[in-house]
């Protein structure tokens, strides 16, 4: 790279148009509105998630908040709440931001050009495009993960794209490959709407179904006869990136510590920090260890039970975790008055929680399950 457009690139938007509407992806809820704000909820959402887990998200996101304003309104704990279980929680506070940005800056109205649109918070480039093709008709180009996957395999662009000029040669490369008067009725200045939106959701479509990172279905690609990575026998082999992200460890034991019978049962939780694992998110509190966990206990009403430990996977960690159950007894304190403050007093700032009201707050999906278990006591 950089390369020139060739005859044979100039047959790729229209083969891929022609699968795109005899086999892409056509019912999926968001591509039944050209509305921008659901196609950037569902662009987020998409991002790093499977189709299938966002289904559901998506719906009840809408239910609750049917449109910007109502999004930007939302206290960011019921916004957390709502997201809890897709992970990158990063998303969900940047979506709040963005939404509120939205209606500060704009009116309500989303931008319509995807230079604008990416000034906003949380909203990248290829996120920026994805909604301007489908909503405003832009000819721009997407770059998301399924579509450096798609290109570098069909042009054998064999470029470490950890390197920030390959990535830039290859948005050039992208932006090159977009339609122009591919359909009837287009004029002069460019592709018609309908070419751009087809040409970017086959993309998207070829990266999900056919272009996998593993075992693509290269006899049912429309790009199969030009693919550089096919013919090469290889197509695992791109993209090329050598800057490998450095998985961690770490290991926390958890207290769950819990009062009152099984009819009123409250929590204690502690919200995390800004920043970090869980950001803002409402958890159990953390200790380094079990010495330290029993330790802070030693001189507690009740009875602790240690759980088994499980782990939890994150992109970056493996992150174990052990759960210690802490029944408070449940005429106590009866004296001395002053016992709940101190026990209080010895505990990571948080406050008690009915566990419904737990459980409708924003939790790490491991603690929503853990909490709508119960504690086996």
């Given at each position: 790279m950089p390369r020139r457009v060739s005859g044979t690139d100039a047959e790729l938007a229209p083969a891929l148009i022609a699968w795109q509407r005899v086999h892409g992806r056509h019912a999926l809820p968001w591509q039944r509105s050209r509305d921008p704000y659901h196609v950037w909820?569902?662009?987020?959402?998409?991002?790093?998630?499977?189709?299938?887990?966002?289904?559901?998200?998506?719906?009840?996101?809408?239910?609750?908040?049917a449109d910007v304003a109502a999004l930007a309104a939302a206290h960011e704990d019921e916004v957390l709440a709502l997201w809890s279980g897709l992970g990158y929680y990063s998303r969900a506070r940047n979506l709040h931001r963005c939404a509120q940005a939205v209606v500060a800056r704009h009116g309500g109205q989303f931008p319509r050009s995807a230079p604008s649109l990416a000034e906003l918070p949380g909203i990248g480039r290829s996120t920026a495009a994805a909604i301007?093709?489908?909503?405003?008709?832009?000819?721009?180009?997407?770059?998301?993960?399924?579509?450096?996957?798609?290109?570098?395999?069909?042009?054998?662009?064999?470029?470490?794209?950890?390197q920030a000029r390959h990535e830039r040669a290859l948005w050039a490369v992208a932006q090159s490959l977009l339609p122009h008067g591919v359909e009837a009725g287009d004029s002069g200045a460019g592709a018609a709407p309908g070419a751009?939106?087809?040409?970017?959701?086959?993309?998207?479509?070829?990266?999900?179904?056919?272009?996998?990172?593993?075992?693509?279905?290269?006899?049912?690609c429309p790009w199969a006869g030009p693919c550089v990575a096919r013919a090469e026998g290889r197509p695992e082999a791109y993209p090329v990136k050598t800057r490998k992200l450095k998985r961690g460890t770490r290991s926390h034991a958890l207290l769950w510590l819990l009062r009152g019978d099984a009819a009123a049962r409250q929590v204690w939780l502690v919200?995390?920090?800004?920043?970090?694992?869980?950001?803002?998110?409402?958890?159990?509190?953390?200790?380094?260890?079990?010495?330290?966990?029993?330790?802070?206990?030693?001189?507690?009403?009740?009875?602790?039970?240690w759980l088994p430990p499980f782990k939890h996977v994150l992109t970056h960690l493996d992150w174990t975790l052990q759960p210690c159950v802490w029944q408070l007894p449940v005429s106590w304190p009866d004296s001395p008055a002053d016992s709940l403050p101190s026990v209080e007093a010895m505990l990571p700032a948080g406050r008690w929680w009915a566990v419904d009201?737990?459980?409708?707050?924003?939790?790490?999906?491991?603690?929503?399950?853990?909490l709508q278990a119960g504690p086996p006591l």
């Open positions: 909820l569902s662009e987020v959402m998409l991002q790093q998630t499977q189709v299938s887990t966002v289904l559901g998200y998506y719906e009840r996101f809408l239910a609750r908040f301007a093709a489908f909503c405003f008709g832009e000819r721009v180009a997407i770059l998301d993960g399924n579509v450096k996957r798609v290109l570098t395999r069909v042009l054998g662009i064999a470029d470490d794209l950890a751009i939106q087809a040409y970017t959701q086959g993309l998207m479509d070829l990266g999900a179904t056919l272009c996998t990172p593993r075992k693509p279905a290269c006899d049912a919200q995390k920090p800004a920043q970090g694992v869980w950001a803002g998110l409402w958890t159990l509190p953390e200790y380094e260890d079990e010495a330290a966990l029993d330790a802070a206990t030693a001189d507690w009403p009740g009875e602790g039970r009201d737990a459980l409708a707050a924003g939790l790490p999906a491991p603690i929503r399950k853990l």
